[in-house]
């Protein structure tokens, strides 16, 4: 089934570790994105990529960092985790407006 | 982007028609109305988009005023497993990404 696949589903991390959250679409959509969402708001924007070789910053890019070496995937890096960055990451693809999105990643930071 | 204001949470029945309204109030000329839909544990899924007038999917309609300040979304004869969380974006052309509100938390009642 076409679609967004994240890894891992979920993840208990010490804090001060670096973690690397996958993203692969199977669609060739030019954008993908990295959302955060935390109990009881809405999604907010870590960044983007509106094609390969591209990145941007969304609403809450630091502490993050992404790439985009090619069309299918687009993974986000922690290089220090804090606390503070426990959440639910969704990746997302889309293609003349219509986004989709992946099951997320449940990620604790201790 | 236009700012949306929708209602924090909303109460039906099964076999009910269920309107959520939403504001838009600065929705800019090139801007579109997308609503999504959000189980736990799940990305958002989209549910329909428009521009102007009345949009019909499978799962829903979708009406907006000739002065496109507002939208309503409508889900005909609700089930149990309509309950979820719906949000209304208004999307520009281009892809920055999509801007989140905290939606409306529909519960739907046997």
């Known amino acids: 089934i076409a679609g967004i696949t994240q890894a891992p589903t979920s993840q208990i991390l010490a804090a001060g570790r670096r973690m690397t959250l996958r993203c692969t679409q199977d669609?060739?959509?030019?954008?993908m994105y990295w959302y955060r969402q935390d109990l009881g708001l809405g999604l907010r924007l870590i960044h983007y990529?509106?094609?390969?070789?591209?990145?941007g910053k969304g609403e809450v890019p630091d502490g993050y960092s992404v790439s985009r070496a090619n069309t299918d995937d687009f993974p986000l890096t922690l290089a220090s985790a804090v606390p503070s960055q426990t959440s639910v990451y969704f990746c997302?693809?889309?293609?003349?407006?219509?986004?989709?999105f992946g099951s997320g990643t449940r990620l604790t930071v201790v | 982007l236009a700012k949306t204001t929708q209602p924090i949470s909303m109460d039906s029945y099964e076999g009910q028609e269920v309107n959520i309204t939403c504001s838009h109030n600065?929705?800019?000329?090139?801007?579109?109305i997308t609503w999504y839909q959000q189980f736990p544990s799940q990305g958002p899924r989209f549910i329909i988009q428009?521009?102007?007038t009345k949009v019909t999917n499978e799962v829903a309609s979708l009406f907006i005023p000739a002065d496109r300040k507002s939208s309503t979304l409508s889900l005909p004869r609700v089930s149990l497993s309509d309950t979820a969380v719906y949000y209304c974006?208004?999307?520009?052309?281009?892809?920055?990404?999509?801007?989140f509100g905290k939606g409306t938390h529909l519960i739907i009642q046997p």
């Open positions: 997302a693809s889309s293609d003349f407006g219509h986004y989709t």
């Open positions: 669609m060739r959509h030019n954008a």
């Open positions: 990529s509106n094609t390969a070789g591209t990145t």
């Open positions: 600065n929705i800019a000329t090139n801007d579109y």
């Open positions: 428009g521009y102007k």
């Open positions: 974006l208004v999307r520009r052309g281009g892809a920055d990404g999509l801007t």
